[in-house]
Each structure stands twice: as structure tokens, then as C-alpha cells.
């Protein structure tokens, strides 16, 4: 039995409000009509087919009731409001590859001045602008300098090399989202036949796999001062720039910065379907929109994306200042709910965290039976690594599904042997 969020939400009375999807009134609405019926279909996992049906260290995982759940998966599972609809059906539109649609070139040039760079250019996915950055820096045959978690080298298929003949020093990334700039510096290549070149940095603000910290700009500066020193560039994935910005309490112009280029997801918790925006220099833009074309994403009438990332947009501060918040009261409420004799198998971490609460098992708990537990009660969570599970606030989860949450978290620990 399925019914999509989607088509169940457009069956109720229409509303131009992007928040109408998140008051509690009508998600309780929502979900109370549906649960209804999903509690006697609850499914119990059968304890055998526990380990195969878990990823191990995916970083996806499908469920066959997704929109019935509250889902923590990633800030990606959110489904366009209803005034992102609406603003689909009335955007003007044109032929993007002839630069003929006004809403996508009114959403680039709005970027260009928010992240103040020259250009910007507007993206089917945050890999599409990575990936387009990279080959518009580098030279077949030169080499880049990643960070061995960085999404970019972990979860893009090292399509740098793949596509772009271009290779990567991988370093060590620290539980803060950073490489220490000395192995930066130790990685850069001598000018000397037998080696690349190196041509660029990567870095990633906030860090995804460091479970969503924000680099702070002295580092941000101490990157830029090291680059110029040899001549490289430096290239951010700001897939979560806002969640940055917000957490240091700093504009995203001044994050930019300090980085040659930038991309940022409208699709993360910004809300929108889909899109990414990529930012540099006006040469460096044209360079990305040519290859944009040799990779097939040049689209046509994208400005019906344009408009809900427009929205998106519109709404950002108060969409990420509402993650961190229940991000905060998550992780708080799980470690105060963790009784004395369970807290060092089972533990949130609470320390300058954005909208991800990562949660550490071990001993006597494991990832598998914690996300298993909470998919029981229609509640998802992503088992990040063999020790850690993701938890990602997002603007489809509301403050009564985080009562609900911690709620089934205490029943959880009460049914831990001790
Ligand atoms: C999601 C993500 C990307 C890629 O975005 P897609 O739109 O999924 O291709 C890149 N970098 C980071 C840090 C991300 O979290």
C-alpha cells in the first residue's frame, strides 16, 4: 500500500503558503489520517533478514512507506511545497541553452550577487556543478587535492579521473571538516617532469561526513593564503553553504570569499526538487556552461526548477535556523534520555552541530538495531558507518515529530538489557 505525500497533500484545500507543509496542524492532519491505517500494517523486520537488509556503510537506503514515515534520511527526501508548485506552473519560461529563459537568468544573476562572484550558473546536481568546477580548473593531466571524505573523492565515482583525466591527492580529514594545511602543503607537487601539476584545492563547508560542520573562516583564510602562495585555486562544495553561514553567523558572500568557485544545492535543506547553483569568475562560468554541454546537462525550459529554487532562495535563513534548532534539541534530548549505565554505547554528538545529529554505537548497541527500531515506528534514520547513524533535520520534520522521536527513543533505551 502506497500513497505518495505528494499526491495526498494536493488532495487537501490548496494554500500558497511554503510552510503550510510543516504546520503542525496539517501534518498532524496528515499523518493521524494515514497512520491510522499504517499502524496495522506495520511491518517488523524478521530478525534474520536484519544485517542483509541494512546498508553497511551505504549511504542510501530505500523503504517501501517512505512517505508515511517521519524521514530523517537526508535533507533531500522533502517534496516541493505547494506555492513551489505553483510557481512551476506560472514561471516564464525559455530555451536555457540559448540563454532564452528568464526565470533560470534571473536565479543566476541573483546568485552572482548573494555569493558575490562575477557569474553563476545553474545546475541539474551538486555532482553536475562539482564536477564542471573541476574541469573547468584543471587540464587533463593535472592533479587536485581532496580530502579523503570529502564528497567530491568519496561519493562522486572519482569521476574527476573518469571524465576529466585528472587525479587526486587524497588527505586525512579531521573530525572538524578540515585538512591540516601542512599536509595541503606537504601534497602540492614539485615542478618537476615526473609529476602533475597541481591545480586545485577542494573543500567541503559544511562537511557532510564530519556530520555537518562548518569550517571556520580563520581556516577558510588560512586555505586561501596557502593556495596563493602556489598559485592554485581553491573550489568549494557549499552543498550546505546556508547551513555554514548560519552556524558562523557569517553572510555566504564572505564564505565565498575566500574560494575561486562554489556550489551550492538548492535540493538540500533549502527544499527544492532539484538544482544546484555553480559560482566563479564570468571566464570561469563560460567555461563550466561549455562543458555543462559536453556532459548533456544543457536543459532547455529549466526555469520551472528556477522558480522553486527561486523560493527555496527566499526562504533559506528561516528554513536552516529552524533545522539547527531541532537539530540541537534532538541531539540534547537523546543524550539526556541515555541512562548512565548505556552512555558510552549510545551517544549524540551536540558539539557545533548544524541540521545533523550523528549518533556514536557501540558495545552494546548497534547502528543496525537502532535504525531497524525506529523504522518500526515509521521513524528513518541512515546508517552512515558501521558506527554511526546520520540523522538529518529538514524542513518536513516538525517540532511534534521531535516529542515523537525522542518518545520512541526512551521506549529504545527502557528496552536495552543493561
Ligand atoms: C549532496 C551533496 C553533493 C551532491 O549533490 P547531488 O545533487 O546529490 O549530486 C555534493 N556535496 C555534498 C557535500 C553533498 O552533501
Known amino acids: 500500500m502506497h500513497i505518495s505525500r505528494c499526491r495526498f497533500l494536493s488532495s487537501l ?193 559544511t562537511h557532510n561526513f564530519a556530520g555537518g560542520k562548518a569550517l571556520s573562516t580563520d581556516y577558510l583564510k588560512s586555505v586561501r593564503k596557502l593556495a596563493d602562495k602556489h598559485k592554485l585555486k581553491v573550489h568549494m562544495d557549499g552543498a550546505r553553504i546556508y547551513n555554514a553561514a548560519i552556524a558562523l553567523n557569517v553572510d555566504v558572500s564572505e564564505i565565498c570569499s575566500y574560494v575561486d568557485s562554489m556550489m551550492m544545492c538548492f535540493s538540500k535543506g533549502l527544499g527544492a526538487p532539484m538544482g544546484s547553483i555553480l559560482v566563479g569568475t564570468r571566464q570561469f562560468i563560460d567555461e563550466a556552461r561549455k562543458k555543462r554541454k559536453a556532459v548533456g546537462g544543457g536543459w532547455r525550459q529549466a526555469g520551472i526548477l528556477a522558480a522553486c529554487a527561486n523560493l527555496a532562495l527566499d526562504r533559506a535563513v528561516e528554513t536552516i535556523e529552524r533545522d539547527h534548532r531541532h537539530a540541537k534539541l534532538l541531539a540534547k534530548g537523546i543524550n539526556e534520555r541515555t541512562p548512565e549505565a548505556l552512555k558510552s554505547s549510545i551517544h549524540a554528538d551536540e558539539k557545533d552541530i548544524t541540521n545533523m545529529v550523528l549518533v556514536t554505537c557501540k558495545d552494546k548497541v548497534t547502528t543496525s538495531q537502532v535504525v531497524a527500531f525506529f523504522q518500526s515506528h515509521s521513524i528513518l534514520f541512515m546508517a552512515f558507518d558501521s558506527s554511526r547513524i546520520r540523522i538529518v533535520l529538514n524542513w518536513g520534520v516538525c517540532e511534534n515529530d521531535l516529542h515523537k522521536i525522542l518518545d520512541i527513543y526512551q521506549t529504545f533505551v527502557d528496552s536495552i538489557k543493561i
Open 13 to 205: 484545500p490548496s494554500t500558497s503558503s511554503f510552510c503550510s507543509f510543516r504546520s503542525p496542524q496539517r501534518r498532524h492532519f496528515f499523518r493521524s489520517a494515514k497512520c491510522q491505517f499504517t499502524r496495522s500494517l506495520h511491518w517488523k523486520m524478521p530478525a534474520h533478514q536484519e544485517e542483509t537488509l541494512l546498508p553497511e556503510t551505504g549511504y542510501s537506503t530505500k523503504v517501501d512507506n517512505a512517505s508515511q514515515c517521519i524521514d530523517l534520511r537526508s535533507d533531500t527526501v522533502t517534496l516541493p511545497s505547494a506555492e513551489m508548485k505553483k510557481a512551476m506552473v506560472e514561471a516564464i519560461l525559455g530555451d536555457d541553452v540559448f540563454g532564452e529563459d528568464p526565470t533560470v537568468n534571473q536565479l543566476e544573476k541573483r546568485c552572482a550577487a548573494l555569493f558575490g562572484k562575477e557569474a553563476a550558473l545553474f545546475v541539474l546536481s551538486g555532482t553536475m556543478g562539482n564536477l564542471l568546477a573541476v574541469l573547468s580548473h584543471c587540464q587533463r593531466g593535472d592533479e587536485l587535492i581532496v580530502g579523503r571524505h570529502n564528497h567530491i573523492h568519496k561519493w562522486e565515482q572519482g569521476n574527476y579521473a573518469q571524465l576529466g583525466g585528472i587525479s587526486a591527492t587524497t588527505l586525512k580529514v579531521n573530525p572538524d571538516g578540515t585538512m591540516d594545511p601542512n599536509d595541503i602543503e606537504d601534497a602540492i607537487r614539485a615542478n618537476d617532469q615526473h609529476m602533475p601539476r597541481t591545480a586545485l584545492v577542494c573543500i567541503e563547508n
